[in-house]
């Protein structure tokens, strides 16, 4: 069973607001994913990390940011938030365990952040 | 560059009856596939993968899924659907082979069981 948690599940915040949505994993996966997803659409990449002090941008262009400061922990944060920034986001990690040897290549996903901004 | 087309959006079934989720993928090396399912409000859940060895993989919930290297497809099947299937089903490709763990999804295909 993959432990992947996001805090909070719903958030609906005013225009210009700072918000971070929270990821954690327990299963020590070197790998974590930020993916953003409109209604009824298809996941789009927009941040991923591969370890500790390593992020880098996805495939889609984001105005969030993202930090790695510990392998279980890789938060999302948006500094000014806008309308167009409504949207579920998705957190996932994959790979290396903790400790251990080999490896998973399908990634786990959290229950997701359905952000509204007004 | 990897991509996925899921060829239906929709698919309506009746309960009991069986299905098939098509999906294609184009890619010019090895790649792994993956069907992810999502229900209502929540996250992506795992149903099956494919990474080597029998091209006929079976996975969770009685979904199973043939990788056809030849058509470069992945489709997914179920000889017989339950209510409780309905939900929003992605095909994706990871490569290649593994390389990079970014996966590349399907625009999905919302399955809806009716009575």
């Known amino acids: 069973e993959a432990d992947i948690y996001q805090t909070p599940r719903y958030l609906v915040i005013g225009t210009g607001k700072k918000i971070t949505l929270e990821c954690s994993q327990t299963?020590?996966?070197?790998?974590m994913y930020w993916y953003q997803q409109d209604p009824g659409m298809e996941l789009h990449l927009i941040h991923y990390s591969y370890g500790v002090n390593s992020t880098e941008k996805g495939d889609l262009s984001s105005e969030s940011t993202v930090s790695r400061i510990r392998t279980e922990h890789f938060p999302l944060t948006l500094e000014s938030a806008r309308p167009s920034h409504t949207s579920q986001y998705l957190c996932?990690?994959?790979?290396?365990?903790?400790?251990?040897?080999?490896?998973?290549?399908?990634?786990?996903f959290g229950p997701g952040t359905r952000l509204t901004v007004t | 560059a990897q991509s996925v087309t899921q060829l239906d959006s929709q698919v309506p079934v009746f309960e009991e009856a069986p299905v098939e989720l098509r999906c294609n993928y184009s890619?010019?090396?090895?790649?792994?596939l993956f069907w992810y399912v999502q229900y209502p409000n929540q996250g992506l859940q795992l149903l099956l993968k494919y990474l080597s060895g029998s091209t006929l993989v079976k996975g969770i919930n009685g979904f199973e899924a043939e990788f056809n290297k030849s058509q470069t497809s992945f489709h997914l099947r179920k000889p017989s659907v339950h209510i409780s299937d309905t939900a929003e089903y992605f095909c994706?490709?990871?490569?290649?082979?593994?390389?990079?763990?970014?996966?590349?999804f399907g625009t999905g295909t919302q399955l809806k069981v009716e009575l």
């Open positions: 890619s010019s090396v090895s790649v792994y």
């Open positions: 299963m020590g996966h070197d790998k």
């Open positions: 994706a490709v990871l490569g290649p082979r593994g390389g990079g763990n970014k996966l590349t």
């Open positions: 996932a990690s994959s790979g290396r365990p903790k400790g251990g040897a080999g490896g998973t290549y399908e990634q786990y």
